[in-house]
């Protein structure tokens, strides 16, 4: 069976019947990049497993609850091989799983060339070393690894040359034929994350939206001491022309761009929205766009604010020093004291200053009045 078929052909491995895939192939073909791949894909690999001992290991396997297994089965079981093709219909029972059996090939010279950048030995050097001759030469190798593999090679739902291929190459081919759009590999978990700037950009993100473009509930005293997550604050952002057209170009550019991440095999998206502190735009704009988010894709979405329980009007220090120094409505104020949250408190210039009676008027120090720095 080979792969021409178009997108249906050949069939990826379903989740109604546990999945076995057998990988073998050339040394030096990719086959232990591929046991990678389908590792990361969700399946439980073994390599180099003895052909007898593997409807035992697929059994014990399915006991213990993983039903997507991928057998590494090459050359080095030697004497094994002439079994394979009697495992073969003892893994599938029948029509009971989905077996499939990767062949991975490529021609000498390339195998010739793999094996010279490695330095490896090929794995029937052994067989053809004595006293007299010397080890095997790769080539004479890879012509006896041909001759032992071809029933195996025969046996194969789908045959992949490498010759020309590449590790990244490699990697797309199985997760197009085992990942998520085959149905078989669980969906790309899609995180959506607020935070504020002033207390740093989350280090996982894979994409960063910056929303401090919108208007500011902070400075709206009703809604100062709420978050994004009460209504009031959510109609306040949401309701803005800006915000709405916001929401509609990078659902759209999600829509376009999220399967391209999850065909690339990505198990994780991050997207990070951030505001000033984290507590109003960027939370009201997370719900909204995880909302949208689920509305269009199939994979599970999570919301998580990081930064909405930091820096609490109700429980600022900086609220003080507003009523004292700044009328209500000053804005510009407003904003210092904001902007003060973010910067350490400075350290006393003496040991007099510590030790000031409350009643100085230490504020009135050249050092106090410039503020914080």
Same mark, same amino acid.
């Given at each position: 069976?080979?792969?021409?078929?178009?997108?249906?052909?050949?069939?990826?491995?379903?989740? +109604?019947?546990?999945?076995? $895939?057998?990988?073998?192939?050339?040394?030096?073909?990719?086959?232990?990049?591929?046991?990678?791949?389908?590792?990361?894909?969700? #399946?439980?690999?073994?390599?180099?497993?003895?052909?007898?001992? $593997?409807?035992?290991?697929?059994?014990?396997?399915?006991?213990?609850?993983? *039903?997507? $297994?991928?057998?590494?089965?090459?050359?080095?079981?030697?004497?094994?091989?002439?079994?394979?093709?009697?495992?073969?219909?003892?893994?599938?029972?029948?029509?009971?799983?989905?077996?499939?059996?990767?062949?991975?090939?490529? *021609?000498?010279?390339?195998?010739?060339?793999?094996?010279?950048? &490695?330095?490896?030995?090929?794995?029937?050097?052994?067989?053809?070393?004595?006293?007299?001759?010397?080890?095997?030469?790769?080539?004479?190798?890879?012509?006896?690894?041909?001759?032992?593999?071809?029933?195996?090679?025969?046996?194969?739902?789908?045959?992949?040359?490498?010759?020309? *291929? +590449? $590790?990244?190459?490699?990697?797309?081919?199985?997760?197009?034929?085992?990942? @998520?759009?085959?149905? /078989?590999?669980?969906?790309?978990?899609?995180?959506?994350?607020? #935070?504020? #700037?002033?207390?740093?950009?989350?280090?996982?993100?894979?994409?960063?939206?910056?929303?401090?473009?919108?208007?500011?509930?902070? #400075?709206?005293?009703?809604?100062?001491?709420?978050?994004?997550?009460?209504? @009031?604050?959510?109609?306040?952002?949401?309701?803005?022309?800006?915000?709405?057209?916001?929401?509609?170009?990078?659902?759209?550019?999600?829509?376009?761009?999220?399967?391209?991440?999850?065909?690339? /095999?990505?198990?994780?998206?991050?997207?990070?929205?951030?505001? &000033?502190?984290?507590?109003?735009?960027?939370?009201?704009?997370?719900?909204?766009?995880?909302?949208?988010?689920?509305? *269009?894709?199939?994979?599970?979405?999570?919301?998580?604010?990081?930064?909405?329980?930091? /820096?609490?009007?109700?429980?600022?220090?900086?609220?003080?020093?507003?009523?004292?120094?700044?009328?209500?409505?000053?804005?510009?104020?407003?904003?210092?004291?904001?902007?003060?949250?973010?910067?350490?408190? @400075?350290? @006393?210039?003496?040991?007099?200053?510590?030790?000031?009676?409350?009643?100085?008027?230490?504020?009135?120090?050249?050092?106090?009045?410039?503020?914080?720095?």
């Amino acid at each position: 069976m080979n792969a021409s078929g178009g997108e249906r052909a050949p069939r990826g491995p379903t989740s +109604s019947r546990p999945a076995v $895939v057998v990988v073998s192939g050339l040394s030096g073909a990719g086959k232990s990049q591929a046991l990678h791949a389908l590792e990361d894909l969700g #399946f439980f690999c073994v390599d180099n497993l003895p052909t007898l001992l $593997v409807p035992q290991a697929v059994a014990l396997c399915e006991r213990g609850g993983m *039903t997507r $297994v991928a057998l590494g089965i090459d050359v080095r079981v030697r004497a094994f091989l002439g079994e394979v093709g009697n495992v073969l219909q003892l893994i599938e029972a029948g029509g009971e799983r989905d077996l499939h059996v990767l062949f991975l090939d490529a *021609t000498d010279e390339t195998l010739l060339r793999r094996f010279s950048e &490695t330095r490896r030995p090929h794995p029937l050097a052994a067989e053809g070393s004595t006293a007299s001759e010397g080890a095997l030469a790769v080539l004479d190798g890879v012509r006896v690894e041909r001759e032992r593999l071809a029933p195996l090679r025969a046996c194969a739902t789908r045959i992949i040359d490498t010759t020309n *291929t +590449s $590790v990244h190459d490699l990697r797309r081919v199985l997760i197009a034929h085992f990942g @998520p759009a085959s149905g /078989g590999a669980p969906r790309m978990v899609t995180r959506i994350v607020s #935070f504020g #700037f002033k207390y740093g950009t989350p280090v996982d993100a894979d994409v960063v939206l910056d929303v401090r473009f919108l208007d500011n509930p902070y #400075f709206v005293p009703e809604l100062k001491a709420l978050s994004g997550l009460d209504e @009031p604050v959510s109609r306040h952002v949401l309701g803005s022309p800006e915000a709405a057209e916001f929401l509609k170009r990078f659902s759209a550019l999600l829509e376009y761009v999220m399967p391209k991440y999850e065909r690339e /095999g990505k198990s994780y998206l991050t997207i990070a929205i951030g505001c &000033t502190g984290g507590r109003h735009r960027s939370v009201a704009l997370a719900e909204a766009l995880a909302r949208s988010v689920s509305a *269009t894709i199939s994979g599970p979405v999570a919301v998580t604010h990081r930064d909405v329980q930091r /820096g609490q009007a109700s429980s600022a220090p900086t609220e003080r020093v507003q009523d004292a120094q700044s009328p209500e409505g000053d804005r510009d104020s407003v904003v210092s004291l904001e902007l003060k949250d973010a910067a350490s408190a @400075p350290p @006393p210039s003496s040991i007099g200053a510590r030790e000031a009676p409350s009643g100085s008027d230490v504020s009135r120090s050249p050092q106090a009045s410039r503020g914080p720095r």
